[in-house]
């Protein structure tokens, strides 16, 4: 018998969840109709349950239950030094705490992490690149190991990566000539078709059908890097802290549970000062809400978050975007 049902999720689709009004999340100073924890029967939203619902608190518009429940997780609020927990998807939640105090964002990353915006992106399904490695022979790997169909989020962020450690890009992003390249067997891969410059992974250089990689694509994932970066940076200068204060940096998400964390310290989406204390935590939504359930002591401590984490919005300040273009640059 299912007596009690725990949700967590972002602001909007707990909004959607119970039927509410989301116009004032979408426009300044985006404020939702409710973000403290509610309790109704499962039959409100069309459970056919005997059950009771709660909805775990949120924090902000763009910050919501979701986090929460990563904050109770990672135990953010708990320890005596500086931790961060990112959270990526098309929007990436960044939050900086230790005991007794929270700093929370978010960023509009986009989704191309996740595989979208990417010309031959795709979801991490049977055949998806999930992996490459110029080095190896085949260079990627699949998932199931069939034949590809796409590339997936990991895929991406490793393709971005070695990129730049072999030399296929410059620091601003730019797609080098296959003239410029120096090691012929990744040179032989550049194409060049009507002035659109790729790469091509899968397939043959004539192919129209190859999978590649697009100077385009690299581009998204410039924007999507430089403002999760700039969003850690901004967090950290708020209240003065430098890369050697911070004792750990979860990484949650589904994305985040596969990628390659050299990958995302070699294209600076996290900082390389921090890659040896990185730890991904995959659904640390559901594990909050998991804890929630089952604990009176972890909902109260859930609803101490909220007083002590102060939300930061990115949208209106200049240090956010000397941050975001500072990030856009590749270090080589």
Same mark, same amino acid.
């Given at each position: 018998?299912?007596?009690?049902?725990?949700?967590?999720? *972002?602001?909007?689709?707990?909004?959607?969840?119970?039927?509410? #009004?989301? !116009?004032?999340?979408?426009?300044?100073?985006?404020? #939702?109709? @409710?973000?403290?924890?509610?309790?109704? %029967?499962?039959?409100?939203?069309?459970?056919? &349950?005997?059950?009771?619902? /709660?909805?775990?608190?949120?924090?902000?518009?763009?910050?919501?239950?979701?986090?929460?429940? $990563?904050?109770?997780?990672?135990?953010?609020?708990? $320890?005596?030094?500086?931790?961060?927990?990112?959270?990526?998807?098309?929007?990436?939640?960044?939050?900086?705490?230790?005991?007794?105090?929270?700093?929370?964002?978010?960023?509009?990353?986009?989704?191309?992490?996740?595989?979208?915006?990417?010309?031959?992106?795709? +979801?991490?399904?049977?055949?998806?690149?999930?992996?490459? *490695? @110029?080095?190896?022979?085949?260079?990627?790997?699949?998932?199931?190991? !069939?034949?590809?169909?796409?590339?997936?989020?990991?895929?991406? &962020?490793?393709?971005?990566?070695?990129?730049?450690?072999? $030399?296929?890009? %410059?620091?601003?992003?730019?797609?080098?000539?296959?003239? =410029?390249?120096?090691?012929?067997?990744?040179?032989?891969? &550049?194409?060049?078709?009507?002035?659109?410059?790729?790469?091509?992974?899968?397939?043959?250089? +004539?192919?129209?059908?190859?999978?590649?990689? /697009?100077? !385009?694509?690299?581009?998204?994932?410039?924007?999507?890097?430089?403002?999760?970066?700039?969003?850690?940076?901004?967090?950290?200068?708020?209240?003065?802290?430098?890369?050697?204060?911070?004792?750990?940096?979860?990484?949650?998400?589904?994305?985040?549970?596969?990628?390659?964390?050299?990958?995302?310290?070699?294209?600076?989406?996290? #900082?390389? =000062?921090?890659?040896?204390?990185?730890?991904?935590?995959?659904?640390?939504?559901?594990? $909050?809400?998991?804890?929630?359930? &089952?604990?009176? =002591?972890?909902? *109260? !401590?859930?609803?101490?978050?909220? #007083?002590?984490?102060?939300?930061?919005?990115?949208? *209106?300040?200049?240090?956010?975007?000397?941050?975001?273009?500072?990030?856009?640059?590749?270090?080589?």
């Amino acid at each position: 018998t299912i007596r009690e049902i725990v949700i967590t999720g *972002n602001t909007v689709m707990i909004h959607f969840l119970l039927n509410l #009004p989301t !116009k004032n999340i979408a426009s300044a100073p985006f404020v #939702p109709v @409710f973000l403290s924890p509610i309790t109704l %029967d499962a039959q409100d939203i069309g459970l056919k &349950l005997n059950a009771k619902l /709660t909805i775990m608190p949120g924090i902000a518009s763009y910050v919501g239950a979701d986090i929460t429940a $990563g904050i109770v997780a990672c135990k953010l609020t708990e $320890g005596e030094r500086w931790s961060l927990l990112l959270d990526l998807g098309t929007n990436g939640e960044i939050v900086l705490g230790c005991k007794d105090e929270c700093l929370a964002c978010a960023t509009a990353a986009g989704p191309a992490f996740e595989g979208a915006t990417i010309r031959h992106g795709c +979801s991490a399904t049977s055949g998806a690149i999930c992996n490459v *490695n @110029f080095s190896a022979d085949p260079i990627y790997r699949t998932i199931d190991d !069939k034949t590809p169909n796409g590339i997936c989020g990991s895929g991406v &962020l490793d393709i971005a990566a070695q990129l730049l450690l072999h $030399g296929l890009i %410059d620091e601003t992003g730019r797609l080098l000539d296959s003239s =410029e390249v120096q090691d012929q067997n990744l040179a032989s891969r &550049l194409r060049d078709i009507n002035g659109y410059k790729e790469l091509v992974l899968f397939g043959n250089l +004539s192919d129209p059908q190859a999978i590649t990689f /697009t100077q !385009k694509d690299i581009r998204e994932i410039q924007l999507a890097k430089a403002a999760i970066r700039a969003g850690i940076e901004i967090l950290l200068d708020e209240v003065k802290l430098n890369y050697d204060d911070i004792e750990n940096l979860y990484i949650a998400g589904g994305f985040g549970n596969y990628l390659n964390i050299t990958s995302a310290a070699t294209i600076g989406l996290i #900082p390389m =000062e921090l890659k040896d204390r990185t730890v991904t935590v995959g659904n640390s939504a559901g594990t $909050g809400a998991s804890h929630y359930l &089952l604990s009176k =002591e972890i909902r *109260n !401590k859930s609803q101490s978050i909220i #007083p002590i984490t102060q939300y930061i919005e990115l949208s *209106n300040r200049i240090d956010f975007m000397d941050a975001y273009m500072d990030a856009m640059l590749f270090d080589i």
